[in-house]
């Protein structure tokens, strides 16, 4: 079946460093969705993406759908502590939409 | 709008005994999901309602979980017995449509401990 694979799993920065996580399908995607889980909270929708090499820009955050639509990523620029948390893909195949293990964004004030 | 409501958000059982939880999703959305997201892990679709018919429960351990949403609104999913492998967080998401192409709104969610 399909599968939804995100590296890193753990990423920890100094406040101000970039951060960047990646996301891999096992099989072409027609939409991939990015959500952000707070500690303790529940998902919360971020963005989709849809176009093959679409790039969608939320101010400091910058998704990007790839060129054979497998694969994504999500950079934040000079990461704030508001951005703590675990960051997931979740991509739509065939059938239906599959998360991934998320990465989860620890930050050193 | 008010979002997705779930309750209890807090259950502690012993193996072998049964639980059941509840979602009422955002009012108009037709479709409601049951997801489990064992700590560490993203979650993991359990059951998909497309109004109150079921779309997609392959990965719902059917021996054990059972789940409905008889008019189409709110829904319950029930675990009868727990395992100790059950133990995770259960979220309860809705969506106007099934399609895969709109937001998931989630629920703050169910988190179950096994004893």
């Known amino acids: 079946g399909q599968q939804v694979m995100q590296i890193p799993q753990y990423q920890h920065v100094q406040e101000g460093e970039d951060f960047t996580t990646y996301c891999n399908s096992s099989?072409?995607?027609?939409?991939i969705q990015w959500y952000k889980q707070r500690p303790g909270g529940h998902p919360v929708f971020l963005i989709q993406?849809?176009?093959?090499?679409e790039v969608k820009k939320q101010k400091r955050l910058t998704f990007q759908f790839g060129e054979a639509k497998k694969n994504s990523s999500l950079h934040i620029t000079a990461t704030q502590t508001t951005d703590v948390g675990t960051y997931f893909c979740?991509?739509?195949?065939?059938?239906?939409?599959?998360f991934g293990q998320g990465t989860r964004l620890t930050i050193n004030p | 709008e008010a979002g997705v409501a779930q309750s209890p958000r807090y259950k502690i059982i012993e193996k072998r005994q049964s639980v059941a939880f509840w979602c009422n999703p955002i009012?108009?959305?037709?479709?409601l999901y049951w997801y489990q997201q064992i700590l560490g892990q993203g979650p993991k679709l359990l059951i998909q309602f497309q109004n109150n018919g079921v779309v997609d429960d392959s990965q719902l351990p059917k021996d054990r979980f059972s789940a409905e949403r008889l008019k189409g609104v709110d829904s319950t999913l029930k675990i009868q017995p727990a395992k100790l492998e059950d133990s995770a967080v259960y979220l309860c998401?809705?969506?106007?449509?099934?399609?895969?192409?709109?937001?998931?709104?989630f629920g703050d969610g169910t988190r179950l401990s096994i004893l």
């Open positions: 979740a991509g739509k195949g065939a059938q239906k939409l599959v």
């Open positions: 009012s108009g959305h037709a479709t």
């Open positions: 993406l849809v176009k093959s090499g």
């Open positions: 998401a809705s969506s106007p449509s099934g399609t895969g192409h709109q937001p998931q709104h």
């Open positions: 099989t072409t995607l027609s939409n």
